[in-house]
């Protein structure tokens, strides 16, 4: 897995910030030339895929800065250093849902952004959901709106736009492919 | 779409390069509480999904320098500054693959990191493909190399980690839930 290789020359570091770092590497290409590769360096995350007893979705609407709107997603949220993904799974189930998880399964992690960025995030399939008495606090920056969907209106809110990340697409795809098997 | 809204207050421009930006907006939250939201700004891109007559997926692989690997995807491209979506896909297409097509469908879009940056990527769907006699060429600094597979082949790509980029873990499981109708 190291076809077409870019070898790093010089790292140059940009801005160290809460959330991400920017570094610029200077690379020598698979023929010898030189080149720059802008690169978000980002601590990686966790999805979770939940599904109530009833068949439902569990979902979070937040406001994303980036898109200037809120969007509606499957619960998330980024690793701390050091720390298992199914750990931050099941704090950030917890955190933004209410429910607790009997079991969490992995299912796949995928690179967002391979082009600029090395986040990773690592998919879960929540199973045997329980709502928490005493549910965890949300960070202090932190709003979000509880919902729990069927597949159809989970598919509709594609088609409207309001789910429009690339994880939830994935969920709501694999959530149609396997809701059957998952009751 | 504006739930939890959070306004800003002040942009503070960081870095200007080749394919983002990144800057710092201070917001409001909800309840009156500032924030620092990092923020990075792309282009966009398009992504295709496209089957030859034989029923094989298109795949490209290439380094991929955030990750310091290789990996291997659907054909995919930046948007250049007010480009039709469609028509980025028609060249990135041609020039990562080879392959015109007859029509492209427009599938859905979707954000890739909401959490801290704006990229959407169009992903379409390609019909009727075709050799192309006379290869456009590529960005001087892109190395790829084509593969056609199986469904069954991409499948087992992605438990090897091979293909492990979201917008073609998406397009795996559209494929597995659309190749009989695609034929």
């Not at 690592?122 to 919902?147: M, P, R, S, T, W």
Request: net charge negative.
């Amino acid at each position: 897995m190291k076809k077409f290789e870019e070898k790093t020359i010089k790292t140059t570091p940009i801005y160290d910030g809460r959330m991400i770092k920017l570094q610029i590497d200077d690379v020598t290409l698979p023929n010898g030339q030189m080149a720059k590769r802008e690169i978000i360096k980002h601590p990686g995350a966790v999805a979770i895929i939940a599904v109530t007893d009833e068949g439902k979705l569990v979902l979070v609407e937040q406001y994303r800065k980036a898109l200037e709107r809120s969007i509606i997603e499957i619960p998330a949220g980024k690793l701390e250093p050091g720390e298992e993904p199914v750990v931050t799974a099941y704090r950030e189930l917890e955190e933004e849902t209410g429910y607790g998880a009997r079991s969490l399964m992995f299912l796949q992690a995928f690179a967002t952004s391979p082009g600029f960025a090395d986040e990773v995030i690592y998919l879960f399939v929540a199973k045997g959901l329980y709502k928490i008495d005493q549910k965890a606090d949300l960070d202090e920056d932190e709003f979000v709106e509880l919902l729990e969907v069927s597949l159809e209106d989970a598919q509709q809110m594609i088609v409207e736009q309001r789910i429009y990340d690339a994880k939830t697409a994935f969920a709501v795809l694999w959530l149609a492919a396997n809701l059957q098997h998952n009751l």
